[in-house]
Every structure is written in structure tokens, then in C-alpha cells.
T-cell receptor, first 115, second 115 residues
Framework: AQSVTQLDSHVSVSEGTPVLLRCNYSSSYSPSLFWYVQHPNKGLQLLLKYTSAATLVKGINGFEAEFKKSETSFHLTKPSAHMSDAAEYFCVVSDSILQGGKLIFGQGTELSVKP | KAGVTQTPRYLIKTRGQQVTLSCSPISGHRSVSWYQQTPGQGLQFLFEYFSETQRNKGNFPGRFSGRQFSNSRSEMNVSTLELGDSALYLC??????????????FGEGSWLTVV
């Protein structure tokens, strides 16, 4: 069965410093992986997705993630944090082909950005 | 192009009542999924519909049901409401499956409070 583990429930950075949100996955085959962001009282917005093409994936708002099969990781990074990046971030894996559109979410990482 | 639209956005119900939530997917999308988000359990998959057929179902009791209409609009129903059903219910739409590389777009959710 697929699973996702977000290694930090809360990350705090200063504005202008790098962001690293860690995610490990478990999958018995080649997965599709996503990062979504949720701002307070809002729905989920897709930041980026990996679907077995390039291992370094660039997303919106300067975020990127690298798929590392040997480490079963898909960490999210951004070179310089902005105040507007404060939100909750979810690492997500798609279930098997047999399970169609089912997504499996990590528990989320809350990102705080200090001025 | 309009996004995923969910109605109502906020509602309060009494234990034992039932509730129906509605979701209009992005035009042209035939897959609609529903997720429940709570502070304790995080984001959990409820079910997915594709061309009016339930394709996948999560581990929720039979009180949770859904359907999809010929225009791809979907409704989910919760009968005999319990306090633990208080949650944000998110609808997502896609033109296909996530593991085929399709992007899944989320609505802003319906906040249900059971008192």
C-alpha cells in the first residue's frame, strides 16, 4: 500500500531564507507525487507534480522538488521564503492504477515565515 | 475557466440529521472525488466518481454516500450525522486519474459543523 510521511509537522523560517519541507513515500511501483498548499480557510492548490518525467520538478511561486527513488524522498524546497508562503503544505501520492483518482495525503507541514 | 465550485460553503446541522453537499467540477472534467479533512485524521479519501459510476471508495461507514449526474456534477450525502462528522469536505475534479499524470483540482470546501 502507498503511504506518505512528512517528517516535520511545523517548520519556521525567516523571510528571505531557504525553505525545506521533507517528505518520504512508500510505494510498490513508480508513483505519482504531488505537493499541495493550503492557506487558512482555503482549498488545496497544486504546487507541483512528479509523474516519472524529470526528477527535478519546478512548480509555482519558486518552489521545486526532487524525486529521489533511492531515498524514497520528495522534498520541497524554495531558495528564499516570502511572508505569503506561510501556509500548510501537503505531500501527496497517488494510489495504484487500480485505485484511479485516489490521493493519499501526508499529515501536513505548517510553514511559518518570520519577518 | 471556472474552478471547482462547492456549495454550501458553511453549514451547521444537528446530530441525527442528514446533509447533502454539492460539487460542480471544472468544465470537461469527468472525475470527481471527495475528501474529508479534520484536525485529528487529516485528509481522507471518501469516494471517486467517473462518468456517473463510483470508481473507488474509502474506509467510511455507509452513512456516507455520493452520486454523480450526467453533467458531472456530484453530491455527497451524510445521514444520521454524528459530532465526529464535523469537518471540511473537499471536492476535487480531474479529466482523468492522478497516476496518469492528470492534475487534480480542489474546491474551497464545505465546512460542516454538527452540534
Amino acid at each position: 500500500a502507498q503511504s506518505v510521511t512528512q517528517l516535520d509537522s511545523h517548520v519556521s523560517v525567516s523571510e528571505g531564507t531557504p525553505v525545506l519541507l521533507r517528505c518520504n513515500y512508500s510505494s510498490s511501483y513508480s508513483p505519482s507525487l504531488f505537493w499541495y498548499v493550503q492557506h487558512p480557510n482555503k482549498g488545496l492548490q497544486l504546487l507541483l507534480k512528479y509523474t516519472s518525467a524529470a526528477t527535478l520538478v519546478k512548480g509555482i511561486n519558486g518552489f521545486e522538488a526532487e524525486f529521489k527513488k533511492s531515498e524514497t524522498s520528495f522534498h520541497l524546497t524554495k531558495p528564499s521564503a516570502h511572508m505569503s508562503d506561510a501556509a500548510e503544505y501537503f505531500c501527496v501520492v497517488s494510489d495504484s492504477i487500480l485505485q484511479g483518482g485516489k490521493l493519499i495525503f501526508g499529515q501536513g507541514t505548517e510553514l511559518s515565515v518570520k519577518p | 475557466k471556472a474552478g471547482v465550485t462547492q456549495t454550501p460553503r458553511y453549514l451547521i446541522k444537528t446530530r441525527g440529521q442528514q446533509v447533502t453537499l454539492s460539487c460542480s467540477p471544472i468544465s470537461g472534467h469527468r472525475s470527481v472525488s471527495w475528501y474529508q479533512q479534520t484536525p485529528g485524521q487529516g485528509l481522507q479519501f471518501l469516494f471517486e466518481y467517473f462518468s456517473e459510476t463510483q470508481r473507488n471508495k474509502g474506509n467510511f461507514p455507509g452513512r456516507f454516500s455520493g452520486r454523480q449526474f450526467s453533467n458531472s456534477r456530484s453530491e455527497m450525502n451524510v445521514s444520521t450525522l454524528e459530532l465526529g462528522d464535523s469537518a471540511l469536505y473537499l471536492c476535487a475534479s480531474s479529466s482523468g486519474t492522478a497516476n496518469s499524470g492528470n492534475t487534480i483540482y480542489f474546491g474551497e470546501g464545505s465546512w460542516l459543523t454538527v452540534v
